[in-house]
């Protein structure tokens, strides 16, 4: 009954430190989702993916890169860490059976400080 | 401009009043959907309910309740007789399809929060 699996769930980086955060689903789900949350701000688009193989920038893409290599994960990776990626991390998936259109499941949260 | 509204920053309110967190979106789509999620301090994301477009019905599910209304691209959400366990985080959120030159796919767009304390 796993859903979406973020790893880790806490990490401390120093300011140009490089890092991978890891999402993986087990709902077998097309779409799957990294966003942020800062303060007021809710949930932040970075990027997303339509399906294995495929990448799209979001709302925040900047510093951030993503792979999809296989169905049921979705990598984020931060090159050099600054400061101003200190935030939440939430990862999402999500399905579209017969046209329709369901809510997206979202993992527990990888909460980063960059230091 | 912001795709989704919550003009509502914070709330309180003292238990077994009812609360209604407003919330306005932003869309050319004629088809679309809108989600309300809860985020209690514990910090994961807990689904509340999905609305399409074409289903302007109102629903109740025990104490909340949710008012669409196309007319005013709202989707309300209303909390009867308030509890303490209902302090939390509530995000309301949009999900259209959207074709640009590189990208095309179903967005799924938060609104900022509103942050409902509900005090004993």
């Known amino acids: 009954n796993a859903g979406v699996t973020q790893t880790p769930k806490f990490r401390v980086l120093k300011t140009g430190q490089s890092m991978t955060l890891l999402c993986a689903q087990d709902?077998?789900?097309?779409?799957m989702y990294w966003y942020r949350q800062d303060p007021g701000m809710g949930l932040r688009l970075i990027h997303y993916s339509v399906g294995e193989g495929t990448t799209a920038k979001g709302e925040v893409p900047d510093g951030y890169n993503v792979s999809r290599l296989k169905k049921q994960n979705f990598l984020l990776g931060l090159e050099s860490a600054a400061p101003s990626q200190t935030s939440v991390y939430f990862c999402?998936?999500?399905?579209?059976?017969?046209?329709?259109?369901?809510?997206?499941?979202f993992g527990q949260g990888t909460r980063l400080t960059v230091v | 401009a912001q795709k989704v509204t919550q003009a509502q920053t914070e709330i309180s309110v003292v238990e077994k009043e009812d609360v209604t967190l407003d919330c306005v979106y932003e869309t050319r789509d004629t088809t679309y959907y809108l989600f309300w999620y809860k985020q209690p301090p514990s910090g994961e994301l807990v689904f509340l309910i999905r609305r399409n477009s074409f289903d302007e019905q109102n629903e109740i599910s025990g104490r909340y309740s949710w008012n669409f209304q196309k007319s005013t691209s709202s989707f309300n959400f209303t909390i009867t007789a308030s509890q303490v366990v209902d302090s939390a985080v509530y995000f309301c959120a949009l999900s259209e399809i959207f074709t640009t030159r590189d990208n095309y796919g179903q967005n799924f767009v938060f609104g900022p929060g509103t942050r409902l304390s509900v005090l004993p």
């Open positions: 999402a998936s999500r399905t579209f059976p017969d046209g329709s259109n369901t809510e997206a499941f």
């Open positions: 709902m077998n789900h097309e779409y």
